[in-house]
C-alpha cells in the first residue's frame, strides 16, 4: 500500500483515468487485507510426521541400481 502511495505521488497516475485505476487497485488492496486478517491465525511452528523409513533406508531406495 505504501509503495501505492508513492507512486500516486510520483505522478506516476497522472493520466487520463489513471486517478480511477489508483482507487480501484487501492480499494482491492484494501479488501484483500480485510479477507487475510479475517482468516485463523495460528503460530509458526513445525509439524514432524513419521513415515516409517530410517535414513538407510530411505538412502537405499533413492540409489541408483547398477
Same mark, same amino acid.
Given at each position: 500500500?505504501?509503495?501505492?502511495r508513492d507512486e500516486r505521488e510520483q505522478g506516476l497516475y497522472d493520466y487520463p483515468r489513471g486517478e480511477d485505476e489508483y482507487?480501484?487497485?487501492?480499494? +482491492? %488492496?484494501?479488501? $484483500?487485507?480485510?479477507?487475510?486478517? +479475517? %482468516?485463523?491465525? $495460528?503460530?509458526?511452528?513445525?509439524e514432524w510426521q513419521g513415515t516409517g523409513e530410517t535414513l538407510a533406508t530411505s538412502a537405499v531406495?533413492?540409489?541408483?541400481?547398477l
Open positions: 500500500m505504501a509503495d501505492m482507487k480501484a487497485r487501492v480499494s +482491492s %488492496l484494501v479488501e $484483500r487485507r480485510k479477507h487475510l486478517a +479475517s %482468516l485463523p491465525m $495460528r503460530p509458526a511452528g513445525i531406495s533413492c540409489s541408483p541400481r
